[in-house]
């Protein structure tokens, strides 16, 4: 059987460290759903918080005849929801839970080079006084051999 690609078993690290935000110890919040795409609000708002995981478009840079260096961007939206009129408060503890989930393990458990946080952003009030949501952009570097992308430089 095939070996998955480095940029793919990366991303499904990143995705279990999201699953780490559950309301205990550094976390402010506890997320209902860790999901790969694009964002999609749920109907069922009980739903919420919850996290999207998208790629972007990945650049890679021959650095030897057999060592690639990529650098794959990734944007996490977590959507959170409130009646009380704290949403810029939710948001931004939301933003600050996903730094801390996805910058504990830089390395991604030894795949990447390392994960460099881009920036961050949230829109306070998608839906008047219910919903926001909060964007961490990242962007994840490292190493394959020509040819191999499952492979670890």
Not at 18 to 34: N, Q, R
Not at 45 to 58: K, N, R, S, V
Not at 113 to 132: F, M
Request: aromatic share 4%; no cysteine; glycine share 8%.
């Amino acid at each position: 059987m095939a070996e998955e690609s480095i940029q793919e078993r990366n991303l499904q690290h990143l995705k279990d460290s999201l699953w780490a935000i559950d309301g205990t110890g550094a976390y402010f919040h506890k997320l209902e759903s860790v999901e790969r795409g694009k964002p999609d609000v749920p109907e069922d708002l009980t739903q919420l918080p919850a996290a999207f995981l998208a790629a972007g478009d990945e650049t890679v840079v021959q650095e030897t005849n057999l060592l690639l260096t990529r650098r794959l961007p990734v944007t996490v939206e977590a959507w959170v929801r409130s009646a009380a009129g704290d949403l810029p408060t939710l948001a931004n503890r939301m933003i600050a839970d996903i730094e801390r989930a996805l910058l504990a393990d830089p390395t991604r458990g030894g795949l990447a080079i390392r994960t460099e946080l881009l920036g961050s952003g949230k829109t306070p009030d998608e839906s008047p006084g219910v919903l926001a949501s909060a964007r961490v952009e990242i962007a994840v570097h490292y190493w394959t051999l020509v040819g191999n992308p499952a492979s670890v430089g």
